[in-house]
């Protein structure tokens, strides 16, 4: 049997090439084998029934269960592959029960106040007297940011790998690969978020073309992750915010905004691009406001006169 670190490699290369995964599915796929690899060494003992069990007990005793989920996770769909093409018998994890307790977690979200007063410093800062030309530029682009990530609720991941085809601002659409490259197409039907949208490219219109992809940094290149989550943090702290601001709680508050405006929950999937419902029914608990105000309004008991 070929060595371990070698099915590994082609496993990896099987993902990228053939099952289209993204790179960052393939680079948290490269690190959990890796990190088994490193555990086991040995291709003759890496399937082996106690070796595995031995495995996840002593990752549950250096991970959180969302993380030790996930690595057992890669190491099931390797297992998987290797049995589909013959490599293995059978696979090992067909064997093993695996069971444990999740803890249920709340979606973060930011609240409406907060939320205004970093648009606030955001626009503020568009408007600085004395400012650079960069800064001006900046500025306008991380408003345009700041807007498709709340009137949207794109994963920033989404938001950095838009391309200028995806985005059609006449019409007022956007196209969106999400996990797995499944496509989606959101409209943008606000007018605020169309202006801020329709400025940035005005400005940048020279690195867009250069670059590729949509969103561009100082350099012109793509602009990163890393690069908007230091912009949200900026403008919560120019704005007095103490709260920690990700943006992925841009997409929380976004669904969760929709769901306490009576929007059906599969329209808040599709937009959200959530492959099941499960996923997206995370945010009914978090919609408190919403379920006090219908118990105060319309329970039945308001009915009764005694």
């Known amino acids: 049997m070929n060595n371990l670190e070698q099915l590994i490699s082609e496993y990896l290369e099987y993902c990228h090439y053939q099952k289209k995964l993204n790179q960052k599915t393939i680079k948290a796929y490269k690190i959990d084998l890796n990190q088994y690899y490193g555990h086991i060494k040995d291709a003759e003992t890496a399937f082996k029934r106690n070796n595995i069990i031995n495995y996840i007990t002593d990752l549950h005793k250096k991970y959180k269960p969302k993380s030790v989920k996930r690595k057992i996770a890669s190491l099931k769909a390797f297992f998987s592959y290797l049995e589909y093409e013959d490599i293995l018998p059978e696979n090992p994890f ?49 408003i345009a940011v700041l807007e498709l990530l709340f009137s949207t609720g794109l994963r920033v991941s989404e938001l950095c790998s838009l391309k200028c085809s995806d985005l059609d601002l006449e019409q007022g659409s956007i196209r969106i690969y999400g996990k797995g490259s499944k496509e989606r197409i959101v409209l943008l039907a606000n007018v605020q978020v169309l202006s801020a949208l329709t400025a940035y490219q005005r400005l940048f219109q020279k690195n867009i073309q250069a670059e590729g992809f949509f969103f561009c940094n100082r350099l012109g290149n793509r602009l990163s992750e890393q690069s908007v989550r230091f912009m949200i943090n900026r403008y919560a702290d120019m704005s007095g ?66």
């Open 241 to 306: 915010l103490t709260e920690h601001i990700t943006p992925h709680m841009f997409r929380h508050t976004f669904a969760t905004l929709l769901l306490e405006e009576d929007v059906d929950i599969r329209y808040i999937q599709q937009i959200l691009g959530h492959s099941s419902i499960m996923t997206t029914q995370i945010y009914t608990h978090v919609t408190a406001y919403k379920q006090r105000n219908i118990l105060m309004t319309k329970n039945p008991r308001n009915k009764l006169n005694c």
């Open 94 to 142: 067909s064997k093993i029960k695996i069971k444990f307790q999740e803890p249920f977690l709340l979606p973060r979200t930011i609240s409406t106040a907060s939320m205004q007063k970093l648009f606030q410093a955001a626009y503020q800062n568009m408007g600085l007297k004395g400012a650079s030309e960069y800064q001006e530029k900046s500025a306008v682009r991380d």
